[in-house]
Protein backbone atom coordinates (compact mmCIF):
# COMPACT_ATOMS: atom_id res chain seq x y z
CA UNK A 1 0.00 0.00 0.00
CA UNK A 2 3.16 2.26 0.62
CA UNK A 3 4.37 2.17 -2.51
CA UNK A 4 0.91 2.93 -4.30
CA UNK A 5 0.71 5.96 -2.04
CA UNK A 6 4.18 6.87 -3.13
CA UNK A 7 3.43 6.16 -6.31
CA UNK A 8 -0.20 8.38 -6.39
CA UNK A 9 2.33 11.26 -4.36
CA UNK A 10 4.62 11.40 -7.47
CA UNK A 11 2.39 11.24 -10.34
CA UNK A 12 0.74 14.22 -8.34
CA UNK A 13 4.10 15.69 -7.68
CA UNK A 14 4.92 15.72 -11.34
CA UNK A 15 1.45 16.99 -12.98
CA UNK A 16 1.46 19.72 -10.39
CA UNK A 17 5.33 20.92 -11.44
CA UNK A 18 4.14 20.01 -15.57
CA UNK A 19 1.41 22.13 -14.91
CA UNK A 20 3.71 25.16 -13.42
CA UNK A 21 6.45 24.92 -15.72
CA UNK A 22 3.31 25.07 -18.91
CA UNK A 23 2.58 28.26 -17.82
CA UNK A 24 5.68 29.68 -17.25
CA UNK A 25 6.19 29.24 -21.33
CA UNK A 26 3.34 30.95 -22.05
CA UNK A 27 3.61 34.66 -22.88
CA UNK A 28 1.59 36.31 -20.34
CA UNK A 29 1.19 39.98 -19.01
CA UNK A 30 2.94 40.61 -15.92
CA UNK A 31 0.42 41.64 -13.16
CA UNK A 32 0.45 43.30 -10.28
CA UNK A 33 -1.27 40.90 -7.65
CA UNK A 34 -1.71 37.40 -10.24
CA UNK A 35 1.63 36.60 -9.88
CA UNK A 36 1.23 36.31 -6.11
CA UNK A 37 -1.93 34.46 -5.77
CA UNK A 38 -0.43 30.89 -6.80
CA UNK A 39 2.68 31.39 -4.43
CA UNK A 40 -0.36 32.45 -1.81
CA UNK A 41 -2.19 29.38 -2.32
CA UNK A 42 1.14 26.97 -2.75
CA UNK A 43 2.05 28.51 0.68
CA UNK A 44 -1.06 27.32 2.31
CA UNK A 45 -1.05 24.00 0.66
CA UNK A 46 2.70 23.68 1.76
CA UNK A 47 2.08 24.70 5.54
CA UNK A 48 -0.32 22.46 5.74
CA UNK A 49 1.74 19.47 3.86
CA UNK A 50 4.48 19.72 6.07
CA UNK A 51 2.19 19.92 8.65
CA UNK A 52 1.04 16.57 7.98
CA UNK A 53 5.02 15.63 6.99
CA UNK A 54 5.99 16.38 10.63
CA UNK A 55 2.90 14.73 12.24
CA UNK A 56 3.75 11.14 9.52
CA UNK A 57 7.02 11.43 11.50
CA UNK A 58 6.46 12.14 14.92
CA UNK A 59 3.73 9.48 15.43
CA UNK A 60 6.81 7.07 14.74
CA UNK A 61 10.01 8.78 16.59
CA UNK A 62 11.02 12.17 17.67
CA UNK A 63 11.83 14.75 14.91
CA UNK A 64 15.09 15.33 15.08
CA UNK A 65 17.56 18.43 13.88
CA UNK A 66 19.06 17.14 10.61
CA UNK A 67 15.46 16.34 9.03
CA UNK A 68 14.39 20.46 10.04
CA UNK A 69 17.94 21.63 9.11
CA UNK A 70 17.25 20.09 5.37
CA UNK A 71 13.93 21.18 5.08
CA UNK A 72 15.11 24.83 5.69
CA UNK A 73 18.34 24.00 2.95
CA UNK A 74 15.48 22.95 0.81
CA UNK A 75 13.57 26.07 0.62
CA UNK A 76 16.41 28.38 0.81
CA UNK A 77 17.49 26.47 -2.49
CA UNK A 78 13.56 26.93 -3.63
CA UNK A 79 14.28 30.50 -2.96
CA UNK A 80 18.17 30.94 -4.54
CA UNK A 81 17.00 28.66 -7.67
CA UNK A 82 13.32 30.45 -8.15
CA UNK A 83 16.32 33.84 -8.24
CA UNK A 84 18.35 32.60 -11.25
CA UNK A 85 14.97 30.97 -12.67
CA UNK A 86 13.83 34.68 -12.81
CA UNK A 87 16.67 35.96 -14.92
CA UNK A 88 15.90 33.49 -17.73
CA UNK A 89 12.59 34.77 -17.90
CA UNK A 90 12.05 37.24 -20.82
CA UNK A 91 9.82 40.31 -20.34
CA UNK A 92 9.29 43.42 -22.45
CA UNK A 93 6.21 45.74 -23.57
CA UNK A 94 3.72 44.71 -25.76
CA UNK A 95 2.26 46.84 -28.41
CA UNK A 96 -0.34 48.18 -26.61
CA UNK A 97 2.37 49.13 -23.87
CA UNK A 98 1.79 46.32 -21.54
CA UNK A 99 4.12 44.32 -20.04
CA UNK A 100 4.54 40.65 -21.20
CA UNK A 101 6.77 37.93 -19.81
CA UNK A 102 7.93 34.41 -21.09
CA UNK A 103 9.55 31.83 -20.03
CA UNK A 104 12.83 30.36 -22.13
CA UNK A 105 14.60 27.09 -22.39
CA UNK A 106 16.92 27.95 -19.56
CA UNK A 107 13.76 28.57 -17.49
CA UNK A 108 12.65 24.81 -18.51
CA UNK A 109 16.12 23.74 -17.39
CA UNK A 110 16.08 25.23 -14.36
CA UNK A 111 12.53 24.23 -13.54
CA UNK A 112 13.86 20.69 -14.15
CA UNK A 113 16.93 21.14 -11.93
CA UNK A 114 14.55 22.57 -9.09
CA UNK A 115 12.26 19.65 -9.15
CA UNK A 116 15.37 16.98 -9.22
CA UNK A 117 16.97 19.12 -6.14
CA UNK A 118 13.54 18.91 -4.34
CA UNK A 119 13.59 15.26 -5.01
CA UNK A 120 16.52 14.45 -3.78
CA UNK A 121 16.22 16.84 -0.53
CA UNK A 122 13.61 14.95 0.25
CA UNK A 123 14.79 11.54 -0.11
CA UNK A 124 17.48 12.63 1.94
CA UNK A 125 14.84 14.68 4.70
CA UNK A 126 13.27 11.84 4.96
CA UNK A 127 15.83 9.36 5.32
CA UNK A 128 17.02 11.55 7.82
CA UNK A 129 13.41 11.40 9.61
CA UNK A 130 13.79 7.47 9.63
CA UNK A 131 10.30 7.50 8.83
CA UNK A 132 7.40 9.79 6.94
CA UNK A 133 6.81 11.86 3.83
CA UNK A 134 7.90 15.28 5.26
CA UNK A 135 9.87 15.45 2.16
CA UNK A 136 7.67 14.94 -0.50
CA UNK A 137 4.85 17.07 1.42
CA UNK A 138 7.07 20.09 1.88
CA UNK A 139 6.86 20.23 -2.05
CA UNK A 140 4.39 22.61 -2.13
CA UNK A 141 6.12 25.16 0.07
CA UNK A 142 9.26 24.51 -2.31
CA UNK A 143 6.63 25.39 -4.97
CA UNK A 144 5.52 28.93 -2.97
CA UNK A 145 8.76 30.13 -2.15
CA UNK A 146 10.77 29.38 -5.68
CA UNK A 147 7.76 30.77 -8.00
CA UNK A 148 7.16 33.68 -5.22
CA UNK A 149 10.66 34.26 -5.33
CA UNK A 150 11.10 34.26 -9.13
CA UNK A 151 7.72 36.48 -9.64
CA UNK A 152 8.67 39.04 -7.41
CA UNK A 153 12.13 39.37 -9.01
CA UNK A 154 9.93 39.51 -12.70
CA UNK A 155 7.85 42.11 -11.36
CA UNK A 156 10.77 43.99 -9.90
CA UNK A 157 12.53 43.97 -13.90
CA UNK A 158 8.99 44.79 -15.09
CA UNK A 159 8.81 47.86 -13.21
CA UNK A 160 11.71 48.95 -14.29
CA UNK A 161 10.61 48.95 -17.47
Known sequence: MQSTNSGTVLVAAALVVG???????????VRRYGSLITPAVFGVLGISGIAFGIASVVKDRPLTALPVALLVASLAVAAGLGAARSRTVRVWRGPQGEVLRKGTAATTGLWLASAGVHFGLGLWIDHAAGTGVLGVASLYAYLAIGVGTQNLLVRGRAAAL
Open 19 to 29: LVVRQQLRTRP
